[in-house]
Structures are given as C-alpha cells and as structure tokens.
C-alpha cells in the first residue's frame, strides 16, 4: 500500500485469512526498516509496537482495500442500512447510500460509522468514514481503478480527503492465492 499526499507511507502486507498470520515488510514510526511475522490470534502478547503500531496499520490497511468483503462476510457486529438515493459526498452525481455502523464497544476504533455510495453496477463508488461516529467524516475518498485480483474485485486508486487534507491511497502489486494453489493471481 502506498499513501502519497497529507500521510506518505509504503508498506506490504501478506495475509492468510485461515490462520489469520500477517507478514509486515515497513518502516516504524521513527523511520526504521521492519520485517516481522505474526498471529492476529496472539497479538496481545507480542510487543507493543506490533500491538499499537503495526497490526493497527494492518487493520487500517485491509478495511480500506477489502471493505466490500468485511460487509459480507467478516463483520457480523454491524447494522447496516440502507438509505436510498443520495448525492455523492465529493460532490459529483448520486448513488445509493448504505450506511454501516459499528458497536460503541471493542475493537481498534468503536463506534465507527461508515457511509458507503454504491453505484448502478454495484460497485462502491465513494465512501466517507466517520471515526468513532463524529458527524464530520474524517476521511472521503472515491473508489477508482478497479481491478480482479482472482474471485475479488478490488479498487487500487483512491483519491479523496484525509482529515481535511488532499490524499491519495494507491494499491500495488494486490494479489491474491486460492486455497490449495502455489500461484499468485494478481489484480489485473
């Protein structure tokens, strides 16, 4: 993943969803390179910057570039509704708006509300995300540059707003493996 604007970072992430272990190749917050493998399961017993920083920015990270997935399938805490037509929030046509809200308890940040603009070919168009529920989003982006990355359809350009300020997310080298197969498929 790489951020180019208000946040400039590059990092990559390997993730087995089966046994939930994560493989970090970064910088940390004093600009150090880091290399490290660890369970998500047992994340309470590893050092505190792995606990505070990087599975933090892990979760950052893959909520931003699997969202869709994390509707579905992966987080049953949520309501979600679905609100009808509305104007995109970065201003240019309208989509139907579903809005996700989080628990007021547990997890990295409780009480998230995401706002989610789905398009006519169903596809996520735009999103504000409203941290800990604060009526003012802080972050908008729009969903651009989709790709398949095997069974998934992902976007790797997101350009929008981070806290007010200009900010682009850029998704690189995506790819996913099937289970029971050795090859990558990347996002093409």
């Known amino acids: ?21 994560v493989s970090y190749d970064g910088k940390d917050k004093d600009g150090k390179t880091v290399k490290l493998t660890y369970l998500r399961s047992q994340v309470g017993s590893q050092k505190e910057e792995v606990k505070d920083e990087t599975d933090r920015a892990f979760n950052i990270d893959q909520y931003n570039l699997l969202f869709p997935l994390h509707l579905f399938s992966l987080d049953s805490g949520a309501k979600v509704e679905d609100t009808g037509i509305h104007k995109l929030p970065m201003g240019k046509g309208s989509a139907r708006r579903v809005v996700v809200k989080y628990p007021s308890e547990g997890g990295y940040s409780p009480g998230d509300v995401w706002e989610v603009f ?28 989709y790709r398949k990355a095997g069974p998934l359809l992902v976007s790797l350009n997101r350009p929008g707003t981070l806290n007010g ?21 990347k996002a093409q």
């Open 1 to 21: 993943m790489n951020a180019k604007g208000a946040v400039n970072t590059s990092r990559t992430w390997v993730w087995e969803p089966k046994s939930d272990r």
């Open 118 to 145: 789905v398009g006519a070919d169903n596809r996520i168009r735009e999103f504000a995300y409203h941290r800990g529920g604060d009526p003012k989003p802080f972050s908008v982006f729009s969903l651009e540059d």
């Open 165 to 185: 300020k200009p900010e682009r997310f850029i998704f690189l080298d995506v790819a996913v493996k099937l289970v029971g197969s050795d090859t990558w498929l």
